[in-house]
Protein backbone atom coordinates (compact mmCIF):
# COMPACT_ATOMS: atom_id res chain seq x y z
CA UNK A 1 0.00 0.00 0.00
CA UNK A 2 1.53 3.66 -1.22
CA UNK A 3 1.83 5.53 1.87
CA UNK A 4 2.43 9.22 1.98
CA UNK A 5 5.74 11.33 2.39
CA UNK A 6 6.42 11.45 6.05
CA UNK A 7 6.95 15.21 7.66
CA UNK A 8 10.51 15.03 8.15
CA UNK A 9 11.15 14.08 4.43
CA UNK A 10 9.37 17.08 3.27
CA UNK A 11 11.02 19.31 4.81
CA UNK A 12 13.95 17.93 3.38
CA UNK A 13 12.99 18.10 -0.21
CA UNK A 14 13.93 22.07 -0.30
CA UNK A 15 17.45 21.38 1.42
CA UNK A 16 18.31 18.58 -1.10
CA UNK A 17 17.08 20.63 -4.09
CA UNK A 18 19.08 23.59 -2.75
CA UNK A 19 22.29 21.51 -2.53
CA UNK A 20 21.31 19.67 -5.59
CA UNK A 21 21.21 23.16 -7.97
CA UNK A 22 24.32 24.36 -6.11
CA UNK A 23 26.26 20.94 -6.90
CA UNK A 24 24.92 21.55 -10.92
CA UNK A 25 26.47 24.89 -10.92
CA UNK A 26 29.59 24.00 -9.41
CA UNK A 27 29.77 20.98 -11.96
CA UNK A 28 28.57 23.48 -14.77
CA UNK A 29 30.28 26.42 -14.04
CA UNK A 30 33.82 25.05 -13.26
CA UNK A 31 33.94 22.71 -16.31
CA UNK A 32 33.29 25.96 -18.53
CA UNK A 33 36.11 27.90 -16.20
CA UNK A 34 38.74 25.13 -16.72
CA UNK A 35 37.73 24.77 -20.45
CA UNK A 36 38.30 28.19 -20.79
CA UNK A 37 41.69 28.12 -18.39
CA UNK A 38 43.12 25.30 -20.72
CA UNK A 39 42.55 27.40 -23.95
CA UNK A 40 43.94 30.65 -22.84
CA UNK A 41 47.01 28.66 -21.64
CA UNK A 42 47.34 27.21 -25.42
CA UNK A 43 46.80 30.16 -26.50
CA UNK A 44 49.62 31.67 -24.71
CA UNK A 45 51.70 28.50 -25.08
CA UNK A 46 50.96 29.04 -28.85
CA UNK A 47 51.72 32.95 -29.06
CA UNK A 48 55.24 31.81 -27.07
CA UNK A 49 56.13 29.29 -30.15
CA UNK A 50 55.06 31.45 -33.24
CA UNK A 51 57.39 34.39 -31.28
CA UNK A 52 60.59 32.04 -30.74
CA UNK A 53 59.89 30.01 -34.22
CA UNK A 54 60.42 33.99 -35.99
CA UNK A 55 63.27 35.08 -33.97
CA UNK A 56 65.11 31.85 -34.69
CA UNK A 57 63.99 32.25 -38.42
CA UNK A 58 65.23 35.75 -38.15
CA UNK A 59 68.99 34.80 -36.67
CA UNK A 60 69.50 31.70 -38.88
CA UNK A 61 70.12 33.98 -41.68
CA UNK A 62 73.01 35.69 -40.04
CA UNK A 63 75.49 32.26 -40.03
CA UNK A 64 77.81 32.11 -42.91
CA UNK A 65 77.00 28.38 -43.91
CA UNK A 66 80.31 28.29 -45.88
CA UNK A 67 81.69 28.98 -42.97
CA UNK A 68 80.00 26.58 -40.74
CA UNK A 69 80.23 23.49 -43.03
CA UNK A 70 84.26 24.05 -42.44
CA UNK A 71 83.87 22.69 -39.43
CA UNK A 72 84.07 19.42 -38.95
CA UNK A 73 86.29 17.83 -36.28
CA UNK A 74 87.06 18.40 -32.33
CA UNK A 75 90.26 20.01 -34.29
CA UNK A 76 88.67 23.29 -35.14
CA UNK A 77 86.98 24.40 -31.89
CA UNK A 78 90.33 26.66 -31.46
CA UNK A 79 89.74 27.91 -34.90
CA UNK A 80 89.69 31.81 -35.08
CA UNK A 81 86.49 31.73 -37.60
CA UNK A 82 84.78 29.04 -34.97
CA UNK A 83 86.17 30.95 -32.14
CA UNK A 84 84.14 33.99 -33.98
CA UNK A 85 80.98 31.87 -34.91
CA UNK A 86 80.53 31.45 -31.10
CA UNK A 87 80.56 35.23 -30.12
CA UNK A 88 77.97 35.66 -32.98
CA UNK A 89 75.82 33.12 -31.55
CA UNK A 90 76.10 34.53 -27.96
CA UNK A 91 75.31 38.36 -29.26
CA UNK A 92 72.53 36.65 -30.95
CA UNK A 93 71.34 34.97 -27.41
CA UNK A 94 71.52 38.04 -25.34
CA UNK A 95 69.55 40.29 -28.21
CA UNK A 96 66.57 37.41 -27.29
CA UNK A 97 64.52 38.12 -24.34
CA UNK A 98 64.60 35.03 -22.42
CA UNK A 99 66.57 32.55 -24.17
CA UNK A 100 68.81 30.82 -22.34
CA UNK A 101 71.10 28.67 -25.17
CA UNK A 102 71.77 29.06 -29.08
CA UNK A 103 73.56 26.56 -30.63
CA UNK A 104 73.98 24.75 -33.93
CA UNK A 105 73.35 21.66 -35.01
CA UNK A 106 74.42 18.97 -37.62
CA UNK A 107 72.93 15.58 -38.51
CA UNK A 108 75.41 13.32 -40.01
CA UNK A 109 75.13 9.21 -40.76
CA UNK A 110 71.85 9.76 -38.80
CA UNK A 111 73.07 11.09 -35.84
CA UNK A 112 72.65 14.24 -34.43
CA UNK A 113 75.17 16.59 -33.57
CA UNK A 114 76.59 20.08 -31.96
CA UNK A 115 78.80 22.28 -33.26
CA UNK A 116 78.73 25.75 -32.50
CA UNK A 117 77.82 26.81 -28.50
CA UNK A 118 79.06 29.87 -26.64
CA UNK A 119 76.13 30.58 -24.48
CA UNK A 120 77.22 29.80 -20.38
CA UNK A 121 76.15 27.25 -19.20
CA UNK A 122 73.94 26.42 -15.79
CA UNK A 123 73.95 23.83 -13.04
CA UNK A 124 71.40 21.99 -13.88
CA UNK A 125 73.20 18.91 -12.35
CA UNK A 126 72.93 20.79 -8.36
CA UNK A 127 76.55 20.04 -8.07
CA UNK A 128 77.85 23.75 -7.19
CA UNK A 129 79.68 24.00 -10.67
CA UNK A 130 78.21 25.06 -14.39
CA UNK A 131 77.33 22.03 -16.59
CA UNK A 132 79.85 21.20 -19.19
CA UNK A 133 78.92 22.80 -22.71
CA UNK A 134 78.16 20.76 -25.60
CA UNK A 135 81.54 20.24 -27.50
CA UNK A 136 82.00 20.80 -31.35
CA UNK A 137 80.72 17.51 -33.09
CA UNK A 138 79.67 16.21 -29.68
CA UNK A 139 76.66 13.57 -30.49
CA UNK A 140 73.81 14.59 -29.14
CA UNK A 141 71.74 11.68 -28.59
CA UNK A 142 68.91 13.32 -26.59
CA UNK A 143 67.59 15.17 -29.47
CA UNK A 144 63.82 16.02 -29.05
CA UNK A 145 61.53 15.28 -32.24
CA UNK A 146 61.22 19.20 -33.35
CA UNK A 147 65.23 19.39 -34.00
CA UNK A 148 65.31 16.08 -35.94
CA UNK A 149 62.30 17.10 -37.67
CA UNK A 150 64.35 20.91 -38.60
CA UNK A 151 67.27 18.64 -39.81
CA UNK A 152 65.25 16.24 -41.83
CA UNK A 153 62.74 17.92 -43.66
CA UNK A 154 65.16 21.17 -43.62
CA UNK A 155 62.43 23.73 -42.77
CA UNK A 156 61.61 25.65 -39.29
CA UNK A 157 60.05 23.61 -36.11
CA UNK A 158 59.08 24.34 -32.36
CA UNK A 159 58.94 22.06 -29.51
CA UNK A 160 54.42 21.62 -29.02
CA UNK A 161 55.15 21.55 -24.85
CA UNK A 162 58.16 21.87 -23.13
CA UNK A 163 61.00 19.65 -23.45
CA UNK A 164 63.68 18.44 -20.93
CA UNK A 165 67.17 17.38 -21.53
CA UNK A 166 70.05 16.92 -19.83
CA UNK A 167 70.75 20.76 -19.35
CA UNK A 168 66.91 21.50 -18.64
CA UNK A 169 63.42 21.87 -19.64
CA UNK A 170 63.22 24.55 -22.02
CA UNK A 171 60.79 25.57 -25.18
CA UNK A 172 63.15 25.21 -28.63
CA UNK A 173 62.83 25.94 -31.73
CA UNK A 174 65.19 25.28 -35.06
CA UNK A 175 65.57 26.99 -38.34
CA UNK A 176 67.97 26.07 -41.19
CA UNK A 177 70.80 27.56 -42.60
CA UNK A 178 71.79 27.14 -46.04
CA UNK A 179 75.30 27.85 -47.80
CA UNK A 180 76.34 30.45 -50.97
CA UNK A 181 74.78 28.01 -53.09
CA UNK A 182 71.95 27.35 -51.19
CA UNK A 183 72.71 23.50 -50.28
CA UNK A 184 71.10 22.83 -46.28
CA UNK A 185 74.04 23.00 -43.75
CA UNK A 186 72.68 22.44 -40.38
CA UNK A 187 69.80 24.46 -38.05
CA UNK A 188 70.60 27.22 -35.30
CA UNK A 189 68.53 26.38 -31.88
CA UNK A 190 67.28 28.25 -29.36
CA UNK A 191 66.19 27.36 -25.61
CA UNK A 192 63.72 29.32 -24.32
CA UNK A 193 63.24 29.27 -20.63
CA UNK A 194 59.68 29.08 -19.10
CA UNK A 195 60.11 32.10 -17.04
CA UNK A 196 58.63 34.13 -19.92
CA UNK A 197 56.03 31.21 -19.93
CA UNK A 198 54.92 31.05 -16.10
CA UNK A 199 54.91 34.66 -16.30
CA UNK A 200 52.62 35.08 -18.97
CA UNK A 201 50.22 31.90 -17.32
CA UNK A 202 49.92 33.44 -14.02
CA UNK A 203 47.35 36.12 -14.42
CA UNK A 204 45.53 33.43 -16.53
CA UNK A 205 45.90 31.11 -13.11
CA UNK A 206 44.99 34.14 -10.80
CA UNK A 207 41.83 34.84 -12.96
CA UNK A 208 40.65 31.37 -13.32
CA UNK A 209 41.12 30.90 -9.47
CA UNK A 210 38.86 34.44 -9.04
CA UNK A 211 36.44 32.88 -11.05
CA UNK A 212 35.74 29.95 -9.40
CA UNK A 213 36.24 31.25 -6.24
CA UNK A 214 32.71 33.77 -7.58
CA UNK A 215 31.52 30.94 -9.26
CA UNK A 216 31.71 28.89 -5.64
CA UNK A 217 30.03 31.99 -3.87
CA UNK A 218 27.10 32.18 -6.25
CA UNK A 219 26.56 28.63 -5.96
CA UNK A 220 26.35 28.61 -2.13
CA UNK A 221 24.10 31.68 -2.37
CA UNK A 222 21.48 30.68 -5.11
CA UNK A 223 21.45 27.47 -3.36
CA UNK A 224 20.60 29.04 -0.36
CA UNK A 225 18.14 31.08 -2.09
CA UNK A 226 16.39 28.15 -4.00
CA UNK A 227 16.23 26.45 -0.22
CA UNK A 228 14.71 29.28 1.00
CA UNK A 229 12.07 30.05 -1.66
CA UNK A 230 11.17 26.57 -2.34
CA UNK A 231 10.69 26.23 1.89
CA UNK A 232 8.71 29.01 1.50
CA UNK A 233 6.63 27.92 -1.03
CA UNK A 234 6.19 24.40 0.09
CA UNK A 235 4.98 26.30 3.51
CA UNK A 236 2.30 28.50 1.31
CA UNK A 237 1.81 25.51 -0.91
CA UNK A 238 0.65 23.52 2.68
CA UNK A 239 -1.16 27.05 3.64
CA UNK A 240 -2.70 26.61 0.53
CA UNK A 241 -4.27 23.23 0.31
CA UNK A 242 -5.08 23.76 4.13
CA UNK A 243 -7.05 26.56 2.66
CA UNK A 244 -8.66 25.07 -0.16
CA UNK A 245 -9.81 22.12 2.39
CA UNK A 246 -11.13 24.54 4.46
CA UNK A 247 -12.95 26.54 1.93
CA UNK A 248 -14.56 23.12 0.19
CA UNK A 249 -15.47 22.11 3.69
CA UNK A 250 -17.44 25.05 4.63
CA UNK A 251 -18.97 24.97 0.64
CA UNK A 252 -20.01 21.30 1.63
CA UNK A 253 -21.24 22.19 4.66
CA UNK A 254 -23.39 25.24 2.81
CA UNK A 255 -24.32 22.91 0.86
CA UNK A 256 -25.82 20.49 2.86
CA UNK A 257 -27.48 23.10 4.52
CA UNK A 258 -29.16 24.63 1.51
CA UNK A 259 -29.94 20.98 0.59
CA UNK A 260 -31.32 20.42 4.59
CA UNK A 261 -33.30 23.38 4.20
CA UNK A 262 -34.76 22.74 0.67
CA UNK A 263 -35.96 19.73 2.05
CA UNK A 264 -37.66 21.32 5.22
CA UNK A 265 -39.06 23.63 2.51
CA UNK A 266 -40.29 20.96 0.61
CA UNK A 267 -41.89 19.10 3.24
CA UNK A 268 -43.49 22.21 4.19
CA UNK A 269 -44.55 23.26 0.80
CA UNK A 270 -46.09 19.40 0.42
CA UNK A 271 -48.46 20.22 3.70
CA UNK A 272 -49.48 23.35 2.54
CA UNK A 273 -50.89 21.69 -0.64
CA UNK A 274 -52.16 18.74 1.11
CA UNK A 275 -53.97 21.47 3.38
CA UNK A 276 -55.43 23.22 0.20
CA UNK A 277 -56.54 20.63 -1.38
CA UNK A 278 -58.58 19.37 1.49
CA UNK A 279 -60.16 23.31 1.77
CA UNK A 280 -63.92 23.63 0.57
CA UNK A 281 -63.60 27.13 -0.90
CA UNK A 282 -62.15 26.47 -4.40
CA UNK A 283 -60.65 30.20 -5.34
CA UNK A 284 -58.16 30.14 -2.34
CA UNK A 285 -57.34 26.51 -2.41
CA UNK A 286 -56.46 26.65 -6.12
CA UNK A 287 -54.31 29.64 -5.48
CA UNK A 288 -52.75 28.10 -2.37
CA UNK A 289 -51.92 24.93 -3.94
CA UNK A 290 -50.25 26.72 -7.19
CA UNK A 291 -47.98 28.28 -4.62
CA UNK A 292 -47.51 25.56 -2.56
CA UNK A 293 -46.62 24.09 -6.14
CA UNK A 294 -43.92 26.43 -7.07
CA UNK A 295 -42.21 26.05 -3.84
CA UNK A 296 -42.28 22.50 -4.12
CA UNK A 297 -40.75 22.84 -7.73
CA UNK A 298 -38.08 25.72 -6.14
CA UNK A 299 -37.07 23.54 -3.20
CA UNK A 300 -36.58 20.45 -5.67
CA UNK A 301 -35.03 22.63 -8.24
CA UNK A 302 -32.18 24.07 -4.96
CA UNK A 303 -31.60 19.62 -4.17
CA UNK A 304 -30.45 19.50 -7.25
CA UNK A 305 -32.76 16.84 -8.16
CA UNK A 306 -33.02 16.90 -12.24
CA UNK A 307 -34.70 14.50 -14.93
CA UNK A 308 -32.58 11.45 -16.03
CA UNK A 309 -34.33 11.12 -18.92
CA UNK A 310 -33.20 12.05 -22.24
CA UNK A 311 -33.94 12.26 -25.99
CA UNK A 312 -32.53 14.02 -29.32
CA UNK A 313 -34.64 17.35 -29.59
CA UNK A 314 -34.39 20.77 -31.46
CA UNK A 315 -33.71 23.32 -29.41
CA UNK A 316 -34.36 25.98 -32.05
CA UNK A 317 -37.85 25.22 -32.31
CA UNK A 318 -38.58 24.10 -28.98
CA UNK A 319 -37.91 27.78 -27.73
CA UNK A 320 -39.80 29.10 -30.68
CA UNK A 321 -42.91 26.96 -29.88
CA UNK A 322 -42.44 28.14 -26.38
CA UNK A 323 -42.84 31.73 -27.39
CA UNK A 324 -45.62 33.64 -29.16
CA UNK A 325 -44.65 34.68 -33.15
CA UNK A 326 -44.14 38.50 -32.18
CA UNK A 327 -41.04 37.70 -30.21
CA UNK A 328 -37.70 38.27 -31.97
CA UNK A 329 -35.74 34.83 -31.98
CA UNK A 330 -32.10 35.12 -33.42
CA UNK A 331 -30.66 31.41 -34.41
CA UNK A 332 -26.87 30.87 -34.82
CA UNK A 333 -26.20 29.10 -37.78
CA UNK A 334 -23.61 27.36 -36.67
CA UNK A 335 -26.73 25.63 -34.06
CA UNK A 336 -26.87 21.45 -34.84
CA UNK A 337 -30.35 20.77 -35.47
CA UNK A 338 -30.60 18.09 -32.89
CA UNK A 339 -29.08 17.74 -29.26
CA UNK A 340 -29.39 15.32 -26.56
CA UNK A 341 -31.19 16.17 -23.21
CA UNK A 342 -34.24 16.84 -21.10
CA UNK A 343 -36.28 18.96 -23.27
CA UNK A 344 -39.00 19.36 -20.71
CA UNK A 345 -36.14 20.96 -18.61
CA UNK A 346 -35.14 23.68 -21.21
CA UNK A 347 -38.80 24.42 -22.29
CA UNK A 348 -39.55 25.14 -18.03
CA UNK A 349 -36.60 27.56 -17.98
CA UNK A 350 -37.58 29.40 -21.18
CA UNK A 351 -40.67 29.87 -19.62
CA UNK A 352 -39.81 30.27 -16.30
CA UNK A 353 -37.77 33.27 -17.53
CA UNK A 354 -40.60 34.62 -20.36
CA UNK A 355 -44.06 34.00 -18.81
CA UNK A 356 -45.97 35.85 -15.85
CA UNK A 357 -46.05 33.01 -12.73
CA UNK A 358 -49.20 34.46 -11.80
CA UNK A 359 -51.33 35.23 -15.45
CA UNK A 360 -49.69 32.53 -17.71
CA UNK A 361 -48.79 35.09 -20.36
CA UNK A 362 -45.67 36.16 -21.67
CA UNK A 363 -43.67 38.91 -20.30
CA UNK A 364 -43.83 42.59 -21.86
CA UNK A 365 -40.65 43.29 -21.34
CA UNK A 366 -39.35 40.79 -23.26
CA UNK A 367 -37.84 41.68 -26.30
CA UNK A 368 -35.30 39.32 -28.10
CA UNK A 369 -33.86 35.80 -27.45
CA UNK A 370 -30.53 34.81 -29.28
CA UNK A 371 -29.66 31.30 -29.41
CA UNK A 372 -25.54 30.65 -30.27
CA UNK A 373 -23.42 28.02 -29.89
CA UNK A 374 -19.99 28.51 -27.31
CA UNK A 375 -18.57 25.44 -27.36
CA UNK A 376 -18.63 22.43 -29.03
CA UNK A 377 -16.33 19.45 -27.91
CA UNK A 378 -15.97 15.68 -29.23
CA UNK A 379 -19.48 14.45 -27.68
CA UNK A 380 -20.44 17.87 -26.04
CA UNK A 381 -22.02 21.03 -26.63
CA UNK A 382 -22.87 24.50 -24.70
CA UNK A 383 -25.92 26.77 -25.97
CA UNK A 384 -26.09 30.03 -24.66
CA UNK A 385 -29.57 31.64 -24.25
CA UNK A 386 -28.95 35.75 -24.44
CA UNK A 387 -32.55 37.32 -23.43
CA UNK A 388 -33.33 40.53 -23.40
CA UNK A 389 -35.54 42.42 -21.14
CA UNK A 390 -36.94 46.16 -21.26
CA UNK A 391 -37.89 46.51 -17.47
CA UNK A 392 -38.51 48.41 -14.26
CA UNK A 393 -35.21 48.86 -12.09
CA UNK A 394 -36.41 47.43 -9.58
CA UNK A 395 -37.20 44.04 -12.02
CA UNK A 396 -34.03 44.68 -12.73
CA UNK A 397 -32.24 44.49 -9.34
CA UNK A 398 -34.10 41.62 -8.42
CA UNK A 399 -33.13 39.57 -11.36
CA UNK A 400 -29.56 40.56 -10.55
CA UNK A 401 -29.52 39.76 -7.26
CA UNK A 402 -31.37 35.96 -7.67
CA UNK A 403 -28.33 35.45 -10.05
CA UNK A 404 -25.60 36.52 -8.05
CA UNK A 405 -26.36 35.57 -4.54
CA UNK A 406 -26.49 31.86 -4.58
CA UNK A 407 -27.72 31.21 -0.89
CA UNK A 408 -30.74 33.86 -1.25
CA UNK A 409 -30.50 35.09 2.36
CA UNK A 410 -33.28 36.72 2.08
CA UNK A 411 -35.60 34.52 0.14
CA UNK A 412 -38.66 36.74 -2.20
CA UNK A 413 -41.74 34.76 -1.85
CA UNK A 414 -43.67 36.49 -4.62
CA UNK A 415 -44.57 34.46 -7.20
CA UNK A 416 -42.53 36.01 -10.27
CA UNK A 417 -39.92 35.64 -8.06
CA UNK A 418 -39.96 32.32 -6.92
CA UNK A 419 -40.37 31.33 -10.89
CA UNK A 420 -36.80 33.04 -11.72
CA UNK A 421 -35.13 31.74 -8.35
CA UNK A 422 -36.29 28.23 -9.85
CA UNK A 423 -35.19 28.87 -13.05
CA UNK A 424 -31.71 30.03 -11.37
CA UNK A 425 -31.63 26.73 -9.66
CA UNK A 426 -32.67 24.70 -12.45
CA UNK A 427 -29.87 25.83 -14.73
CA UNK A 428 -26.95 25.21 -12.08
CA UNK A 429 -28.57 21.95 -11.32
CA UNK A 430 -28.05 21.25 -15.30
CA UNK A 431 -24.31 22.29 -14.57
CA UNK A 432 -24.86 25.85 -16.51
CA UNK A 433 -24.49 29.15 -15.54
CA UNK A 434 -26.24 32.19 -15.61
CA UNK A 435 -24.88 36.10 -15.78
CA UNK A 436 -26.87 39.82 -15.12
CA UNK A 437 -25.78 42.42 -17.98
CA UNK A 438 -27.47 45.67 -17.34
CA UNK A 439 -27.45 47.97 -20.84
CA UNK A 440 -29.14 50.88 -19.40
CA UNK A 441 -31.77 52.22 -17.25
CA UNK A 442 -34.30 50.39 -19.26
CA UNK A 443 -32.20 47.36 -20.56
CA UNK A 444 -30.71 44.54 -19.23
CA UNK A 445 -29.77 40.77 -20.65
CA UNK A 446 -29.59 37.90 -19.21
CA UNK A 447 -27.44 35.00 -20.36
CA UNK A 448 -27.22 31.44 -19.81
CA UNK A 449 -24.99 28.35 -20.51
CA UNK A 450 -26.44 25.00 -20.68
CA UNK A 451 -24.64 21.72 -21.26
CA UNK A 452 -25.91 19.24 -23.84
CA UNK A 453 -24.97 16.26 -24.92
CA UNK A 454 -24.43 15.70 -29.08
CA UNK A 455 -27.59 14.10 -30.51
CA UNK A 456 -27.34 10.42 -30.28
CA UNK A 457 -28.18 7.75 -32.67
CA UNK A 458 -31.07 5.52 -31.58
Not at 2 to 18: D, F, H, Q, V, Y
Not at 232 to 245: M, P
Not at 298 to 304: F, L, T
Amino acid sequence: MLTPPSKSSRNWKPAIEGILFTLAWLTLTNITIYFIYVRAVEAVKEQIREGLLRNVSAAATMIDGDQHQTFTSKASKNDPGYLSLIKRLERVRKASSDVKYAYTNIIKDGKVYFLANGSPQGDNDKDGRPDEAPQLMDHYPDAGLALRDALRLQKPAVDKEPYTDAWGTFYSAYAPFKDSSGKFVGTLGMDLELVTLKARLVPIGVAAQRAALTSDILAILFGAAVWFFRSRNRVLEVQRGLAIDQMSTVELERSQERCSSAIQLEAMATKIEHQASSISEQTNSNKNKDYALALIRYARARQGIRSSSGENFDPAMLIKSSLPAHISIQVSSDLPPLVWGDSNELDLIIKSLCYSSSTSTILSSLEEVKLTVINEQLNDISLAVNIRYRDSISSQGSRATLIADRDHPEHVFDENSLQFATCVELVRALGGNLAHEQINENVEVVSLILPFKKSKEI
